[in-house]
T-cell receptor
Framework: GAVVSQHPSRVICKSGTSVKIECRSL??????MFWYRQFPKQSLMLMAT?????????EQGVEKDKFLINHASLTLSTLTVTSAHPEDSSFYIC???????????FGAGTRLSVL | GDSVTQMEGPVTLSEEAFLTINCTYT??????LFWYVQYPGEGLQLLLK?????DKGSNKGFEATYRKETTSFHLEKGSVQVSDSAVYFC???????????FGSGTRLQVQP
């Protein structure tokens, strides 16, 4: 079946640094990818929709300048958390829609800890 | 807006016990409903889905029925195994959207 690879699985960084998370569709093309964020014991919340070759669409309340999304190819989307702060510590997950309607394939997630 | 509410965990069961994880939803359109499962260290995987009222999704012994009258999609399994230990997410996709709306997840722990 379709596989989405997300890297890194875990990152610890100092406050003020930037962190890049990659999401790759390994055996299919994804013109759209979704980025979610999950706080402990809470739902996965959609942050943004990444569109290949065009600007990402951000959900209300998500800072565009804080969470930079680049979808430069049909198999790769990146999320960069700029000038990370402790409140950005969370679990970030990407997904890509498959060919079957309403089916999505998920990466394993990235746990970000900002010290 | 859309929302999904599922029971808090962790749920701890003995092997071969009956499992129910409750899920209710609110949506403005006619959503498709899903259960996703996340095993340790892995990404979310689709477990089952239902696209319209009264549909029953089933997979690996798990079942859930789309109940429009009660806006519910409870997950059930008659006899759980240790290998079913994971986090289970109820989710929906509303009409005209592609992104999922998730519940908070329920951790299931099955003991031998």
């Amino acid at each position: 079946g379709a596989v989405v690879s997300q890297h890194p699985s875990r990152v610890i960084c100092k406050s003020g640094t930037s962190v890049k998370i990659e999401c790759r569709s390994l055996d299919f093309q994804a013109t759209t990818m979704f980025w979610y964020r999950q706080f402990p014991k809470q739902s996965l919340m959609l942050m943004a929709t990444s569109n290949e070759g065009s600007k990402a669409t951000y959900e209300q309340g998500v800072e565009k300048d804080k969470f930079l999304i680049n979808h430069a190819s049909l198999t790769l989307s990146t999320l960069t958390v700029t000038s990370a702060h402790p409140e950005d510590s969370s679990f970030y997950i990407c997904s890509a829609p498959g060919l079957v309607r309403d089916i999505q394939y998920f990466g394993a997630g990235t746990r970000l800890s900002v010290l | 807006g859309d929302s999904v509410t599922q029971m808090e965990g962790p749920v701890t069961l003995s092997e071969e016990a009956f499992l129910t994880i409750n899920c209710t939803y609110t949506a403005t359109g006619y959503p498709s409903l899903f259960w996703y499962v996340q095993y340790p260290g892995e990404g979310l995987q689709l477990l089952l889905k239902a696209t319209k009222a009264d549909d029953k999704g089933s997979n690996k012994g798990f079942e859930a029925t789309y109940r429009k009258e009660t806006t519910s999609f409870h997950l059930e399994k008659g006899s759980v195994q240790v290998s079913d230990s994971a986090v289970y997410f109820c989710a929906l996709v509303d009409t005209g959207r592609r992104a999922l709306t998730f519940g908070s997840g329920t951790r299931l722990q099955v003991q031998p």
